[in-house]
């Protein structure tokens, strides 16, 4: 069967499709963007099927995107998208990757395929990048809204860090209900409280992209109606 992420992101639609599920806010130019349920699992699906177009299907997915921005919604949709296609996520180099998910700034990767994230607010394309390198949004969007999901095995590990090893059957651990706001530190904390868990429970989170203290933090709770991760 599909990843359990995958299978409840697809009951989530069914239950739940225009309700919002992230929304993505930066505290330095007050950019947000909101993706409903609905919005954020065609997102994936048209991520994990140019990653089956890439024959990367069952592969390892790098993604130092998820290190530089870990709250960036281009980052949080990659890992689901990885899965959805029966790919390992890691943060880290691996000798398996096939593709590695940068930043507008790509630097080179002995692998198969890199594709550079513009990380526009509203996923907008980038221009200019080298021959070899594959711009997210014009790759992804291209790609059928077919709903593809890959079966996994639930003992398998779907992601990795410099810190931690988590099966798929691990991956809905902690659900929490209603709308939470998460200060985006680290990769796997920014993914499993703005997506995993609120996906699991039922709710929706408010991630906030950069630097702001307790007083913003308190300013963007109040004004989405959020309470703190």
Known sequence: MPSPVIKTLAEAVARRGSEPLLTWYDPLTSARTELSVRTFANWVDKTANLLRDLDAENSVVVGPL???????????????????????????????????????????????????????????????LPEDVLDFSSAALAQPDQHIATRVDRDAIAWVDADRQVKHSELLADPTSGRVLVAARTPWQALSQAVLRPLAGGGSAVVVDGPADAQLLARIAAAEHATMA
């Open 66 to 128: 998820s290190l530089s921005h870990p709250g960036h919604w281009m980052s949080l949709l990659w890992p689901l998208a990885a899965w959805q296609a029966g790919c390992r996520y890691s943060t880290t180099p691996s000798g398996e990757a096939e593709v590695v998910v940068t930043g507008p700034k790509p630097q080179p990767f002995p692998v198969l395929t890199t594709i550079a994230c513009s990380l526009h607010p509203l996923g907008l394309p980038l221009a200019g």
